[in-house]
C-alpha cells in the first residue's frame, strides 16, 4: 500500500471513529448554537478545530490531503445526523448524549467515495 492511500485510510476510520466516540458519550444532550453546521465548519473542525488534536491523537498523519477532509466534511453535512448531533460532532462536544436515530445514522454513514 502506498504512503498517500495509508494516510487516507487511517482518516477514513478515524474521522467516523472520532464521530461515534464523540456521540454516544454520555451527557445532558443541550449544547449551544443552532442550525446545521455547514461544510466550511466541519472542514475546520477537522483540520484545524477541536476533532483536529483528537484525529492527531487517534494516529492521524498530518499530512492526509485537505481535499479528503473536505469531501468527508461534505459528506457528513449531507449525511442522516441531526443538526444538534452534527453541531455536537464539529464542537468535540463530550456532553451530548446522541438520539438512536443519530447512532443508526452514523453506522449507515459511509465515507468511502473520500478514498478517491
Known amino acids: ?3 498517500h492511500l495509508a494516510r487516507r485510510t487511517a482518516a477514513l476510520v478515524a474521522v ?3 464521530a ?3 456521540l454516544t458519550a454520555c451527557g445532558s444532550g443541550q449544547e449551544a448554537g443552532s442550525g446545521r453546521p455547514s461544510v466550511a465548519d ?6 484545524s ?6 484525529l492527531s491523537d487517534m494516529g492521524v498523519p498530518s499530512s492526509v490531503p485537505s481535499t479528503f477532509y473536505s469531501c468527508m466534511a461534505q459528506e457528513l453535512e449531507s ?6 448531533a ?3 460532532f464539529v464542537n468535540a462536544d463530550t456532553n451530548y448524549k446522541a438520539s438512536s436515530a443519530d447512532q443508526s445514522a452514523m ?4 465515507p468511502s467515495s473520500c478514498m478517491k
Open 1 to 3: 500500500m502506498n504512503a
Open 16 to 18: 467516523p471513529a472520532a
Open 20 to 22: 461515534l466516540v464523540l
Open 42 to 47: 466541519i472542514t475546520k473542525s477537522l483540520t
Open 49 to 54: 478545530g477541536p476533532l483536529s488534536s483528537q
Open 79 to 84: 449525511s442522516k445526523l441531526s443538526d444538534s
Open 86 to 88: 452534527l453541531r455536537a
Open 107 to 110: 453506522d449507515d454513514f459511509d
